[in-house]
């Protein structure tokens, strides 16, 4: 007879079952546990994220503060600059020595540093004034520049009974006098017409002269017509920080609006093609010779732009950890940039985007860097240095030049005259001029600019531009 299966459990399945089911709560429970912990752990990371944009926000910020600090503390120092202008016809008080044609009273003037004032050169007064400041440059004691003086006197005295002599006649004869090249520092030709600072000066080759400025234009002057402003471009809608000229008749510059403008001199100065691409301001634009342009960037990059190609940029240079203030063509495929990493990089753009060499040494910012035409390269810095690296000696610093005023004197801009000589204008309103055969001696200090001298760049005839932060461009012979 079969045994009757209960229906009933047993205790011990009973007690199992209910294990089994406390065993799948508590997996739910966990699963649970571990998806809150997921949540949390997503929400922890999205606040990390906000947290670390909120940072990056505070930092741009904090960047865009101190450069509005920069720019309301250079335009004070415009407005004291402009509070110093004298009513009348003095068009520039910081010059000292120069002679400025008076419109209104259609004269010629002279700058007597007596009595502070500009007079009449045909004067009596002017007329010594004349002979002794030109006596000063040319020496005393010989017969030959006794005649000099009296052709420059006759020349300046002639042109204040005749208003279309221009300055430009009377340049030509003192630098041609000055066959060592030695420069003047009362001897210098001012170009006003920019509203506020002059933050780049570059030489066109053809007694030409470009100039940039915070008020967004870029101007070019004639020197050959006594530095007349002949062309204004306006197209920038922000402070232009550079421009170079491309050799071909073109003029390229850079500007906090972040977009290079390329300008076509010989068409009145059109712009033909505006660059676009930097996501900062474009701080430094120069050009290699070979229809390329480089720009360097405050977003820490080079850009290199063909523009036989409709400007489109072929390659992108990183490696830089702060502001690309500088970028200088070697001539040899090679670019070199100074940065606020307080380094300098050396590009070799056949190579694509490889750095070659990266010198150190500078204690502070990079703010120009210039090929010297031996192999050399110059910089100066914020650290109030200018430094020479042999770039065949593995980029080793051979000279440091120290003599710019105090350590807070940053130097701002350097150029090679070709010669042996450099030239830098820095922070201490003064430019100097060093001769590196002599070791790297200070042979001349320019003074006569009023504020920071922002850039100096050579004529390639013997006389030297330079821009300042008080709205002028002086050129020294």
Known sequence: MKRKESSNFSPQQEKLKRQREELKRQREELKRQQGQLKRQQGQLKRQEGQLKSKQEELKRQQKELKRQQERLRREQEEKVEQNLIPSGHVPDPEIEGVEWYDKKNKLWTVYNPETKVYVPAQSEEGQRWVFEHYSKMFGSGKKQNDIKRGMVARQLLASGKNGNVPAKDLAKMIAGYLGEHVFQTKNAMALTGHTKSITSV????????????????????????????????????????????????????????????????????????????????????????????????????????????????????????????????????????????????????????????????????????????????????????????????????????????SSESSVQSVCAMGDGRLASGSDDTTIRIWDLRKGGECVQALTGHKSNVLSVCALGDGRLASGSLARTVRIWW
Do not use: P
């Open 202 to 405: 570059c030489a066109l080759g053809d007694g030409r002269l470009a100039s940039c400025s915070f008020d967004s234009t870029v101007r070019i002057w004639d020197l050959n017509k006594g530095g007349k402003c002949v062309q204004t471009l306006t197209g920038h809608t922000d402070y232009v920080n550079s421009v170079c000229a491309m050799g071909d008749g073109r003029l390229a510059s850079g500007s906090d609006d972040k977009t290079i403008r390329i300008w076509d001199l010989t068409k009145g100065g059109q712009c033909v093609q505006t660059l676009t691409g930097h996501t900062s301001w474009v701080v430094s634009v120069c050009a290699m010779g070979d229809g390329r342009l480089a720009s360097g960037s405050d977003d820490k990059t080079i850009r290199i732009w063909d523009l036989s190609k409709g400007g489109e940029c072929v390659q992108t240079l990183t490696g830089h950890t702060g502001f690309v203030y500088s970028v200088c063509a070697m001539g040899d495929g090679r670019l070199a940039s100074g940065s606020a990493d307080n380094t300098i990089r050396i590009w070799d753009l056949s190579k694509g985007v490889e750095c070659v060499q990266t010198l150190t040494g500078h204690t502070n910012s990079i703010s120009s860097v210039c090929a010297m035409d031996d192999g050399r390269l110059a910089s100066g810095s914020y650290d109030s240095t200018i430094r020479i690296w042999d770039l065949t000696k593995g980029g080793e610093c051979v000279q440091t030049l120290t003599g710019h005023i």
